[in-house]
C-alpha cells in the first residue's frame, strides 16, 4: 500500500510539472496565439487518443441520426475547443466581459441581475460548454458576490494550479460534495449567489433523462433552490470564434410547487438537463463529450 501511495505521489508531481509548464507556456503567449495553437495541438493530437472512443460512444447514443463523417467533425471540434480552454487558463484575468468593444457579446445578463432585491439569491447554472471557466466572470465582474462550486481534479497538484488560474476571476471556490455543501448553505443564508456546472455524472445523484436516457444527475441546485426560493438562471458562454464569445443569460426557470419535494426536484432538474440538451444539439462541438454521462 505504501509503495502504492508513493507511486501516486511521484506520477501526480510528473503531472503535475507537465501542467504548470503548459500553463507557463502558454501564458507567455498573447491570448489569441494561445487560444489558436492550444486548438490546432489539440484538434490535430486529440482524436486519436483512446479517450476519443468515449465521445463517439456518447455521440452516437445521444444523436443517432449522426453519420460517421459529422461524428468525426464533432470530435475534432470537441477538442479544438477544450485545447483552446486549456491555453486560455492562463489568461481568464484579461477577458473583460464588460469592456465596449470587447471579446464577449452579452444578451439579457444585466437585465437578469437589475430585477434582484436584498432577498434575491441567484444560482447561475451552466455546463462544460464553450469556455465554462469564463461564464462566472460575468457574475464577478457586475459586482456580485459568488460562490463557485467546482469539481476537484483528481490530481492535487493540478487542482491548485487550476485554481490559482481560477482565483483572476475574482469568485470564492468551493469542492463539490461536503465542503461544497457546507459553503452552499452558507452563501444561500449570507443572501449570496452561486455558481455551478450541472452536466456531470454523480454516481448518487438522481436518474433524469437526458439525450432521452436517464442520466445521474446531481440534485443539488433544485434542493437549494426550493429551499430558499432562488433564480435560477441558465448561462451559457459559447465560443463564436477563436477568442470571441458570447454569453447568453436566458430566462429564469420556474420553480415546480407542487408541494412534493422529490417530486419538484426531479422537475426542476428535468428543465435543467433539457436545457443543457438543448445548447449541447445546437452547438455540439462545444461540449465536453469525454464525460461518462450515462451508464455503459
Known amino acids: 500500500m505504501a509503495e502504492r501511495s508513493l507511486w501516486k505521489r511521484g506520477r501526480d508531481a510528473v503531472e503535475g510539472v507537465g501542467v504548470w509548464l503548459t500553463f507557463k507556456f502558454f501564458g507567455l503567449l498573447p491570448l489569441d496565439n494561445a487560444s489558436d495553437f492550444g486548438g490546432w495541438l489539440a484538434r490535430n493530437i486529440g482524436p486519436r487518443l483512446g479517450a476519443s472512443k468515449r465521445a463517439r460512444i456518447n455521440l452516437h447514443c445521444a444523436m443517432p441520426e449522426l453519420d460517421d463523417t459529422r461524428i468525426e467533425s464533432i470530435v475534432a471540434g470537441m477538442w479544438d475547443n477544450l485545447g483552446r480552454v486549456v491555453a486560455e487558463y492562463p489568461h481568464l484575468g484579461e477577458i473583460k466581459l464588460y469592456e465596449p468593444g470587447g471579446r464577449v457579446i452579452i444578451e439579457r445578463f444585466s437585465e437578469i441581475i437589475a430585477t434582484r432585491t436584498p432577498e434575491t439569491r441567484f444560482i447561475f447554472f451552466s455546463a462544460h460548454f464553450g469556455n465554462w471557466e469564463i461564464a462566472t466572470a460575468a457574475a464577478t465582474q457586475a459586482g456580485l458576490d459568488v460562490l463557485e462550486i467546482y469539481r476537484a481534479a483528481n490530481n492535487p497538484i493540478v487542482d491548485r494550479i487550476i485554481n490559482r488560474a481560477r482565483s483572476a476571476i475574482g469568485s470564492r471556490l468551493a469542492r463539490k460534495g461536503s465542503e461544497g455543501a457546507r459553503a452552499a448553505v452558507e452563501a444561500m443564508q449570507d443572501k449570496r449567489h452561486i455558481c455551478m456546472l450541472v ?7 438522481i436518474p433524469v433523462p437526458f439525450f432521452g436516457r436517464d442520466a445521474m444527475t446531481a440534485p443539488a441546485l433544485a434542493r437549494l433552490a426550493l429551499r430558499y426560493d432562488c433564480t435560477v438562471v441558465p448561462c451559457r458562454f459559447e465560443r463564436i470564434e477563436g477568442t470571441r464569445f458570447r454569453f447568453v443569460a436566458e430566462t429564469p426557470l420556474t420553480l415546480p410547487r407542487s408541494g412534493d419535494l422529490s417530486a419538484d426536484t426531479l422537475a426542476l432538474m428535468t428543465a435543467v438537463n433539457a436545457t443543457v440538451e438543448r445548447w449541447v ?16
Open 199 to 205: 452536466d456531470q455524472k454523480m454516481n448518487d445523484g
Open 281 to 296: 444539439r445546437a452547438r455540439p462541438e462545444q461540449w465536453f463529450w469525454l464525460h461518462r454521462r450515462w451508464p455503459d
